[in-house]
Every structure is written in structure tokens, then in C-alpha cells.
């Protein structure tokens, strides 16, 4: 919402600063989000253009002498036609920014003449779309002084981000009276409306809507005869500029002024293009209209419209129709004042595709009581700028405002916001806003006024007292402490998802947060695209689908770094995806993926890279490592983990795996994408990436209370032990590592593989697999005997479970 300070001031009584007005709007809950103090104009000043000779080399072209009010007159070239010696008009110098042709002026030469400035142009300058010539100011205009304050144009600038909970201040009046309530100047009240009435209005409304009259709960219709309508004043077309709107006549530039200033939408019909009576009704289905943004919609029994005899002349409450549009031909128009249903208004107007500042404030709602007052101000306004008669106003379906009444106890405030406001205080300061009260003591009613459609209930007047009063009143307390140090506030898995996060970064991967939302061909390469995960009304048509997994949004995340010139990046995010649309369905995943050669060694041109080629190329071993990571971190026993060769499809069949607790819970997947799937997403390069789903791990047991101390260490030398063993190629060598650690878990601690080797010598399908066993003593030192027993039970525990041999 943007308005200037004069015309906020236009209906404020107030001396305060335009730094204090900011300040007390941004205090009381709108929030200032800008101010444009119009700092590019203060460079401008009058001139007076003393000699305007004929260019020695171009007809079209004349050489000024201009007196800029320094006594020192400089030279400029200029073509505009109105360009002769006495006017006084708004001159540029050399460095000045031109901000309708924007340029930054410098000393120029324009066919052999040198150029020290510019007369400007209203274009130029912003102020209109003339440039038929420059400006012409009176000649009594004060020639050095600045051109911006003597034509209005440093008027600041004030945007402030209104929430959606906020109608009444759609319009500066509303502002304005939120000010004064907060005691930061006194509003001002214009008299009301007065002008003559002369016969009825011929053209008559019918609200055809059956039983859904919510649709459009009023219509205020009037004819004014005789209308000129020409370019609407200079102080109305400044005010629509400065708040981005183009003067287009006057009696368009009354709505749009009217919409604003008062936060009252209203449509203007050329009444002679109106064929007989106007109806509000349904569209039909397939109905058609030319818009007055020149567009055609296709509309719906679900759009509201206002209709004549030959069709469709406005969809209710958002935009009106092109053929029934006010032009400089104009003698007599239909000034419409309604009100339509906000919910209606908000899905028609996103079905359509139309934002307009009508709807913005129809679907939040307007002032039912100022349906009639605002056709009122808007027929004086066409009165006071084109002329014309006034006929009687029609009005049709209001039944008036019944006020909510909220049952309100003073000491809610002190409840709720923990603020000291007094009895007296909180009355004040809700009358200010215009509630009105009913009852004495602490507890009364309150009648909610009808601009505030916002105000439902205790907790809205409470808010109400607290804004006014000031926010900055409440005192920051801390959070009181727990009874207990160790007392637990995050679930389980919350605490995952810190953990996985945490560990992610720690391996030197950026955390990434992409969209929930994929297309649908993605969806379907990913295991999703159900219909029952398909969006009603996506934001936009390649966003369709909730997404089944991270990796598509990674994977083209990657991509977008490395067409940037970013090849070797390793990105993680931990967040939700979707298996079906109950909520069993939603999981929680940490998710990776890398590039190029952004290995945990080190990524790219590395002098420890030399000697590899540039850097070893991301692998199935990245993505397992960092797998294995996040479920370190996440505390999950290693020891039960298991890893299967194989993944989903969208993997490399031969260089992925499956992460498995015991045989059914699976835990994740990782590997180097399939090239079918890099195909399908757009993508290039080395890749491998990893999924863990954080809700699949069990809740961690609780821990019985400790006898012994946090680190128990053994004091008996650990030993460690080698084996070789050949098995069939098919045999994984995790089998192993899990037949040997079995054999005796309380002694052996560690299994890792050191060497694998396949040769002639070992049979056709044959491979060796060595392993190192560390054996840790936990009561007394081993004896031979018992080295020599424990390894007779690894061996027979491996030979019994792969079919292996010792290797001899």
C-alpha cells in the first residue's frame, strides 16, 4: 500500500515529521517497507531560456541560451517544437540522472554544437506521457529555485507491507485513522456529500443469484448526464503517479483515486454502450468477456458477473469489460458502488489469472456501510471534474450492518499480553479505533465497528489495546528453566534431523532447500505420480506432483551449479517427502548428492590431486560413506546394519546399494544414478547421491542406570588377527565381515577388509577375501589354547554361513 505524505496529511491533522510517522506506523502494526523521498528530483531547477536560435546543421533543431538562476547562461541543444526564447520551463545539467529516459546527462555535441544540459519534458521527468515538447511554466515562476517543490514533485513517498488481516487499511483514510487513534494527530472529517438530484436512474439492477445472495449482498447504481470527460486535474494525476498508477481520464482516475483514497472500489459503464437493465447473475459456462486489460476470459458458473442485454459487462468486483469502458466519447455515465462475497472474489481471481487493486481489497474485505457514502463522494467528484447532472441513485439487496458483539473482559489484556494497561486506558483506546462500548466495570460488550471484519473475538481486541498502547511496552522474559538439566524437549526425531544435518556439513557438503513440488514425469522416475499426490491448483505446471524423494531437486540443484560454473558441489538437505496423502505417508529423509570431484578428499585443482588427473571422480563409495554418516550420527548401532548390492531403479544397477536393519526395515539407499534417470532430469557429469529415511530407525532404548564409568576401558592389549577366505565371487564380503564378528561378539570388536584378490589359482568364479579381526580381552589376558579355540569358531562360523574355505 503506497501513499504520499500530503495526501495521508490531506486527512491527518498533524505536525509530526515524516521520520516520526513511519516510526508510529511501523509501532502500531503497518509496517513501513519504504519511503521514496523523491531524492532524483531535487537536482531540477527553473530556467528561463533567454535566446533560441536555429541550429547551423539541423532544420529540426535550435540552440538555446538558458539562465539556470547562477547568471551564467549555458548553451543547449534542443528539438522540441515549443522551444523559444521567454519560457520557463525545468532544466538538467550535465550529470544529472533523467529518470523517464533514464540517462545520466553529460556534455554532448549534437550535429557540430556542444550540449550543456537539458529542457526536460513531462516524460522525461516522469510526471505524464507528454512529450509533445517541454515544460511551460508560468513566467512568473521563480527562475533557480527548485522545479520539484514548486510543482509538487518532492512529495515523499510511503509503502507499508499490510498484512491480509488488515481491510481498513487499504485506503489512506484508513491509515490515517489508525494514526490518529494512536494519538499521532487529530483525523480530519469532510462534510458530507451535497449535491442536486435530478429524475431516477433508468437503468435498473436485478440481483440474480437464487439463494447464494452472500454473492453480492448490495448494488448502488447512479446515471450522471452531461459529463465532459477530458485529462483529470494535475493533483489527482500526481497522487496516481506516485503510487504507480497511469492516468488514463478523469472519470477512471475518480475510481482508481476513490479506491485508494477511501478504500472503495467502483466501475464506471458508459452508459450509452449499456443495453437495457444490468443483471448480476452466474456466468455461464463457457461465457466469454473482453476485459479492460484487452484480454479475453473464458469464464464459469463459479464467476460472479454483471450482464446486459448483449452479454457479459464485468466480472463482479475484479475487472471491467472493454466495450462497456468510459473514453474521452463519454456523456453520460453509470457510476456502480457493490459489495461482493470476499471468498468468491479470491477464487475467481485466482482462477482467472487477474490481479487488480479491486480484488486486492474485495477479498479482504471493504466497509459495508460505505457502499452508498462512497457512491456519494464518487458522484461529487465526477460532478466537481466533468460536470454533469446527478440522477437518484438505485440501490438493491443491502439489508444494512448488524455489528458482531464481542463479550470483552478488561483483564485479558493483562492475561494475554502481560502488558499493565488500566481499565480507562483499554476504553480509550478501543473508542479511538471505533468500537463502541457497552456496560461498565471489567467486563463489557463491545459493538465491532463495520470496517473491521477482521475483529472476531477477545484475543482480537486484546491485540487491538496492545498495538495502541505500544508493543515496545512489553518487557522480554526468559523462557522459565526446566525442573530437570536433562529434561527433553526435541522428539526423537528432531533430533535426527540436527544430528544428520550437523554431520552432513561436517563432511564439507552445503545444506540445500529445494521445492516440495516436481513434475510429474520426475515423480513418476522416482517411484511417485499417484494421483492422490497430484495438486488441485499448482503455482505452476512443471510444480505438480509431491515429490517421493530429494534427489530429483538435488540433482537439478547440481546441475544449476555446474551450468554456473560450479562442477564439483556436494549438497545435502534433510526434509519431507511424499508416499501417499495420509499422513503415515510423509517421511522424513536426509539426502545428498554429489558432483565432479567433490569427494570428501577434496574437490578439483588440488596439488594432492595432481597426480590423478584433475581429482578422482565422485563414486558408489562417496554416497556409501556419506549414508553411513548420517546414521552414525543419528546413534543407530553399526553392528546391525546391513548392506545389500542393488537400489531402486533410478540407481546404477551394478554400483548402488541397499541399507538394511535386519531383513525387512530398510534404512536407505544409495549409489551412482542410472544414466536413463540423469537423462530424463537434464543432468551431466559424475554423480552419486544417498537417501536415509531418519523415521525408519527404531526408538533408541532407554539406558539402564550406569554402574561403571562413561569410558570403560579394557586393560588387557587388544590383538589382532588376519584370515583369508575363499567363496564363490557372489559372495559379499559384508557376509564375512557378519559370520566372523558372530563368532564371538563379546570378544571381537572390530572386522575390516584389507585385500581382495581373484586369480586362475583359485578356481574358475572364485575370489579371495582377507580380513582383519580385532580380538579385545575383556576379563584376563587370552592363552593360546584360547586364541586357538576362538579361531576355530570364526572359521567354521564364516565356512558355515558364505561356504568359504581358509584360504592355505
Known sequence: MKFTLSWLKEHLETDATLEAICERLTSIGLEVEDVDDKAAYKPFVIAK????????????????????????????????????????????????????????????????????????????????????????????????????????????VIEINLTPNRPDCTSVYGIARDLAASGLGTLKTRPAPSFAVEGETPVKVTLDLGADTHLCPGFALRLVRGVKNGPSPRWMQQRLLAIGLRPINALVDITNYMTFDQGRPLHVFD????????????????????????????????????????????????????????????????????????MNIAKSGR????ITDARYRFERGIDPEYMVPGLERATELVLELCGGTAAKADVVGYAGYTPKVVDFPFAEVKRLTGLEVSTQESREILTRLGFVISGTGERVQVSVPSWRPDVDGKADLVEEVMRIHGVDA?????????????????????????????????????????????????????????????????????????RPSLLPGLLTAAQRNADKGYGDVALFEVSG?????????????????????????????????????????????????????????????????QFEAGGPAWYH????????????????????????????LDVSGALAGFEIYLDAMPEPKKKATRTKPALDLSAFQAVKRDFAFVVDRAVEAGAIQRAATGADRKLITGVSVFDVFEGAALGEGRKSVAIEVTIQPVDKTLTDEDFDALTKKIVANVEKTTGGTLRA
Request: hydrophobic share 40%.
Open 49 to 156: 531560456i533567454l535566446t533560441a536560435e536555429k541550429h547551423p546543421q539541423a532544420d529540426k533543431l535550435k540552440v538555446l541560451s538558458v539562465d539556470a538562476g547562477d547568471g551564467k547562461p549555458v548553451q543547449v541543444v534542443c528539438g522540441a517544437p515549443n522551444a523559444r526564447a521567454g519560457l520557463v520551463g525545468a532544466f538538467a545539467r550535465p550529470g544529472m540522472y533523467v529518470p523517464g529516459i533514464d540517462v545520466t546527462l553529460g556534455v554532448g555535441t549534437i550535429r557540430g554544437v556542444e550540449s550543456h544540459g537539458m529542457m526536460c519534458s513531462e516524460k522525461e521527468l516522469n510526471i505524464s506521457d507528454d512529450h509533445n515538447g517541454i515544460i511551460d511554466l508560468p513566467e512568473d515562476a521563480p527562475v533557480g529555485t527548485s522545479f520539484a517543490s514548486y510543482a509538487g514533485l518532492d512529495d515523499p
Open 271 to 342: 452508459a450509452a454502450k449499456v443495453a437495457g437493465n444490468l443483471t448480476v447473475r452466474r456466468a455461464a459456462e463457457g461465457e466469454t468477456v473482453l476485459a479492460l486489460d484487452t484480454r479475453e476470459y473464458t469464464l464459469s458458473p463459479a464467476n460472479v458477473v454483471i450482464a446486459d442485454d448483449n452479454g457479459v459487462e464485468s466480472i463482479g468486483g475484479i475487472m471491467g469489460g472493454e466495450h462497456s469502458g468510459c473514453d474521452a466519447n463519454t456523456t453520460d455515465v453509470l457510476i456502480e458502488s457493490a459489495l461482493w462475497d470476499p
Open 351 to 354: 482462477g482467472l489469472g487477474i
Open 474 to 546: 512489553i518487557k522480554a522474559k526468559p523462557l522459565p528453566a526446566k525442573g530437570s538439566v536433562n529434561g527433553r524437549i526435541l522428539t526423537t526425531l528432531q533430533i535426527r534431523t540436527r544430528a544428520a544435518k550437523r554431520a552432513l556439513a561436517s563432511r564439507g557438503m552445503l545444506e540445500a532447500v529445494t521445492w516440495s513440488f516436481i513434475p510429474k514425469a520426475e515423480a513418476e522416475l522416482f517411484g511417485g505420480g499417484s494421483p492422490q499426490l497430484a495438486l488441485a491448483n499448482p503455482i505452476a505446471a512443471d510444480m505438480s506432483d509431491m
Open 577 to 641: 517427502t511424499y508416499e501417499s496423502d495420509l499422513p503415515s505417508g510423509q517421511r522424513r529423509v536426509a539426502g545428498g548428492v554429489r558432483r565432479g570431484t567433490a569427494t570428501l578428499a577434496g574437490a578439483g585443482r588440488l596439488w594432492s590431486n595432481a597426480t590423478k588427473g584433475g581429482g578422482k571422480p565422485v563414486d558408489v563409495f562417496d554416497a556409501k560413506a556419506d549414508a553411513i554418516a548420517v546414521l552414525e550420527a543419528c546413534g543407530l548401532p553399526m553392528a546391525n546394519v
Open 653 to 680: 544397477p551394478g554400483r548402488s546399494g541397499t541399507i538394511k536393519l535386519g531383513p525387512k526395515v530398510v534404512l536407505g539407499h544409495f549409489g551412482e544414478f542410472h544414466p536413463k534417470t540423469l537423462d530424463a
